[in-house]
């Protein structure tokens, strides 16, 4: 993993950097939203230092290189011995080159390592007196930290009495379990509050968060233990011999909850390889650990070994953390778009400005509710978080509210089912289509009997709807052999409108076959491709023999698309056996099928239809504008019908291909191209006059 720097030109840039870090920081440490990711915010730190390296006379007094939490946490309880940070490396190289260089310190290899996961929380220390828990310090700025003693009892894993009478000071990391973090949002959404972030945000808050209306559980995992100043047992003197895995031995002893509880820690190591071995299993685990990590500390497990590497003034020399990519990342929410899964459920999914996440690039992440929009108060446009770790699905935690330009729009909830024009069932968080698992079923019948398609008239989606509820539909080809009987027994059926819709879908069995294949719904055939397909092979049975290279012998059809076509074909044999069955039309009215023996000779033209005849014959045609005259009543995909039927092959854009512009009026950019093109144009009239055999 590389590691980015902040470029910083001059003593003004690095004014500015040097501000925007110590706000941010403060932000993070308090609990808030930061504007900035920690790769964002590490990038930029990591940009003061080098500016600072090169202009050491010019170092700001707030700088946050150096420093424990970069200077942004301070409190007024002074630690015994001074919390500090970790030194981080990225790569297997680096790590390497740190135990090369804490061997020099020590004199030799250290004996052994003990291997822990990083966990994302905040360091607490919990002094112990005589067993009793009396006082509980954050890590502040290293030297002295703030007094959250009110926390005490809100944090499972840190008892109030220790298995013995011993005065000792535990330090670990408080931290949310991802169940604690769901349940901590719940309970502050019930208090009219806005949702954490994420675990690592509300565990801040929570801890720091005095005279709340309520208490949510957080968890600790001890990693350090120690003797406080003036005490003197049995334990105080023992504690500064032991290894640090014995001095987690001795706390779980104790009755305190440390790292070695978890699974994937408490390892002792004895050579780099090994280690290596453990942090690329751990890093492996990370999805599915219950609590965040962001990356493997490693220690030198030996206390003499400890000493000899000593301590530096922002982190010890015999302790350093392996970082793991950031699983967070800032970007912005463009689109929000709703999508109806196999049971009716509509989840909102965001669409977003890509960013890359450990090696991926995200364009998209799920929003979870529509509850939970208006919760966070997302807007479109907005800066957003979003999480993604290992294959779990990329979510978009929260908005970075105070990086708004007032630009942001609301999101807009669908009013109707989005995929069926149903109605939705709002009654729960997650909304559903009131079809449920129908809904598919009375998308694809709606599309199939649209005007496009079949064009059977009286059957709009409410309709469809009807037929579905009452189990009298369960495919398309069920519509046509649906009875009078059955028709008249529906709600708000009369007898005309019985007859008429039999009638509409009597005519609907004679449409041509391409709008038959085009109410099929195969992705990727809709009004155009369906034509250009049932002109190619003239009958269903052809279409159905033809494998994915000859489908490709259609015009638009590439390697990708044939081969999906034809599964999807197959997929859909029962249903279009059973419309032949019912006595829908499967061929197409006009063209010559194409002929079995130029098949077998395999001249390579074998499927081809026969050369289209017509006015329009070899001629591609583009239709823009208002169509007027004998034209005025046809939608355009009648005109395109027409063009087609007049041998022509119609185009829904200007290219230099195009031979023919129909130009009606307000025809705007398409007939300013042909033009520049000079590509001939055309009025309706004329072209009606042109094509004046084939108009209906
Ligand atoms: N997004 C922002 O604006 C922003 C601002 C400031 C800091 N940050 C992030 O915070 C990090 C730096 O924070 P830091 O200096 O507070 O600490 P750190 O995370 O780099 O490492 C030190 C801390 O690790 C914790 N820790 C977890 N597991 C441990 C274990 N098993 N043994 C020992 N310690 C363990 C301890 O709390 C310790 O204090 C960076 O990743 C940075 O990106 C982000
Ligand atoms: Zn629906």
């Known amino acids: 993993m590389t590691t980015p720097v902040a470029q910083i030109v001059d003593a003004a840039a690095y004014a500015q950097a040097v501000e925007e870090a110590v ?28 500016w600072e390296a090169d202009h050491p006379d010019q170092v700001l007094p707030e700088s946050p290189t150096g420093k424990v939490a970069g200077g942004a946490a301070e409190g007024d309880v002074p630690h015994t011995v001074a919390m500090l940070s970790l030194d981080n490396v990225f790569s297997p190289e680096q790590f390497a080159a740190w135990t090369a260089s804490l061997a020099r310190r020590i004199g030799h290899e250290a004996e052994r390592f003990s291997v822990e996961p990083k966990l994302d929380g905040l360091a607490v220390a919990a002094r112990y007196t005589q067993g009793r828990l009396t006082r509980l310090i954050t890590r502040g700025d290293g030297t002295a930290g703030e007094d959250v003693s009110h926390a005490m009892g809100t944090i ?44 690592r945000n ?97 220690k030198a497990d ?19 953390a392996y970082k793991l990519p950031a699983v967070e990342k800032i970007t912005r929410l463009l689109e929000v778009e709703w999508n109806v899964g196999r049971t009716g459920i509509i989840a909102p999914r965001g669409v977003l400005e890509p960013v890359e ?23 479109l446009g907005d800066h957003v978080m979003v999480h993604r770790a290992g294959d779990v699905i990329p979510r978009v935690e929260a908005p970075v509210a105070h990086l708004r330009t007032g630009d942001e729009k609301p999101i807009e909830f669908p009013q109707v089912c989005p995929r069926c024009g149903s109605m939705i069932d709002t009654s729960q968080e997650r909304w559903r289509c009131e079809q449920g698992r ?77 709008r038959v294949l085009c109410a099929l719904g195969v992705r990727g055939t809709g009004r155009s491709m369906s034509r250009r397909i049932a ?90 504008g208002a169509m007027t005259g004998p034209l005025e009543q046809l939608s355009r995909n009648q005109m395109n019908e027409l063009i087609e039927r007049a041998g022509g092959r119609s185009s829904s854009s200007v290219s230099k291909k195009t031979t023919l512009v129909v130009a009606g009026d307000n025809a705007g950019s398409k007939r300013a191209k042909a033009e520049d093109l000079g590509i001939r144009l055309a009025t309706p009239d004329e072209f009606a006059t042109l094509v004046a055999d084939y108009l209906g």
Not at 32 to 49: E, F, M, Q
Not at 220 to 240: H, S, V
Not at 595 to 605: N, P
Request: proline share 5%.
């Open 438 to 514: 129908n809904c598919h079923l009375v998308a694809s019948l709606s599309y199939a009997a649209g005007r496009d398609q079949l064009d059977v008239e009286g059957l709009g989606a409410t309709r469809v709807i009807q037929l579905v509820e009452a189990g009298l539909v369960t495919d398309l080809a069920d519509l046509f052999t649906l009875t009078r009987d059955q028709l008249l027994s529906l709600e708000r059926m009369g007898a005309t409108s019985t007859d008429n819709l039999l009638a509409a879908l009597a005519a609907a069995k004679t449409q041509p076959l391409s």
């Open 302 to 320: 030996l206390a003499a070994d400890q000493q000899a590497a000593g301590f530096g003034s922002r982190a010890p020399r015999w302790a350093i």
């Open 156 to 199: 499972e894993g840190l008892p109030d009495e220790l298995a013995e009478p011993v005065t000792v000071e535990v330090r670990g990391e408080v931290l949310m379990t991802t169940a604690q973090f769901e349940h901590a949002n719940e309970v502050r959404i019930a208090h009219g509050g806005q949702p954490f972030a994420n675990p």
């Open 23 to 50: 706000k941010a920081a403060a932000a993070y440490y308090a609990g808030g939203t930061s504007p900035l990711d920690d790769d964002a915010y590490d990038r930029l730190v990591r940009g003061i230092a080098v």
């Open 357 to 379: 996440i450990d090696g991926s690039t995200i364009t998209y992440a799920t929003l979870h509710n529509p509850a939970d929009i208006t919760r966070r108060d997302l807007r």
């Open 535 to 624: 002109r190619h092979f003239a009958t269903m049975d052809n279409i159905r023999a033809a494998d994915a290279e000859a489908l490709q012998q259609v015009e638009g059809i590439g390697a990708e698309k044939a081969p999906s076509i034809v599964a999807e074909l197959a997929e859909l044999a029962p249903l279009i056996d059973k419309l032949a069955a019912a006595g829908v039309n499967m061929s197409e009215p006009g063209v010559t099928p194409p002929s079995e023996t130029t098949t077998d000779t395999g001249t390579g033209s074998a499927t081809a239809s026969a050369p289209a005849a017509g006015p329009l014959a070899g001629m591609t045609v583009v239709v823009t």
């Open 202 to 298: 509300a565990a801040a808050g929570t801890l720091r968060a005095k005279d709340r209306a309520y208490t949510v559980p957080m968890t600790f995992f001890g990693y350090g233990l120690l003797p406080l100043p003036d005490t003197e047992d049995a334990l105080t003197e023992r504690l500064g011999t032991l290894a640090h895995s014995e001095l987690m031995t001795q706390a779980a002893e104790l009755g305190v909850n440390t790292t070695a509880t978890t699974r994937v820690s408490g390892v002792t190591a004895v050579s780099t390889d090994e280690v290596l071995t453990r942090i690329k299993e751990i890093a492996a685990l990370r999805a599915e650990l219950p609590f965040g990590i962001d990356g493997i500390v490693v």
